[in-house]
C-alpha cells in the first residue's frame, strides 16, 4: 500500500436546525453508502439522531460525520447545544410517541458513545461495513 493511501474515508455534512434538514441527511446518508449492506440501517440512525438534534436543543445546527473504513462505517452527529437534557435511551410505556429512538440507534449499531463538552452533544455508532457471509439479516442488521 501506498503510505500517502487513506484507507479511511470521511465525508460531513453540516445542516441548520431545521427539521427538513433532517430528511436530506438521510438522504445524503444513503448516496455515500449506496451499496453498501448497512446503507439503510445507517439512513435511519442519521434520521433519528438528527431528530433528536432538532427536537432536544436549541442550536443552530447539526453536523453529521461518515467514516467507513474496509471494517466499519462510523456515525457521528453532533449538535451545537442549547439543551438541558442529555442523550440517553428510555424505556416510554407502551402509549408513549416518542423517547424510542436512541434505543433503536443501540439495537441497530455494534457500538456506540455519547459525548457532551458544554458546547453540545454528540452521539456515535459503528455499524460493520459487510455482513458475515453466516449471518442473516435477523442475527445481523447489516
Known sequence: MDEHTSTVQVWELSCPRLPAEVGRARR???????????????????T???????????????????????EAVTISVTDTGG???????????????????????????????VHHDGHGHTVTVQLPAHV???????AQPC
Open 132 to 138: 458475515p457471509q453466516s449471518a442473516t439479516r435477523e
Open 28 to 46: 445524503w446518508t444513503r448516496d455515500i453508502l449506496d451499496g453498501s449492506p448497512c446503507a439503510d440501517d445507517a439512513a435511519l440512525i442519521v
Open 83 to 113: 439543551s438541558t437534557t442529555h442523550p440517553r435511551i428510555t424505556h416510554p410505556d407502551a402509549e408513549a410517541t416518542h423517547g424510542r429512538g436512541l434505543a433503536i440507534v443501540a439495537l441497530l449499531a455494534i457500538g456506540m458513545e
Open 48 to 70: 433519528e439522531l438528527g431528530a433528536n438534534a432538532v427536537t432536544h436543543t436549541t442550536g443552530t445546527a447539526f453536523r453529521v460525520t461518515i467514516a467507513r473504513t474496509v
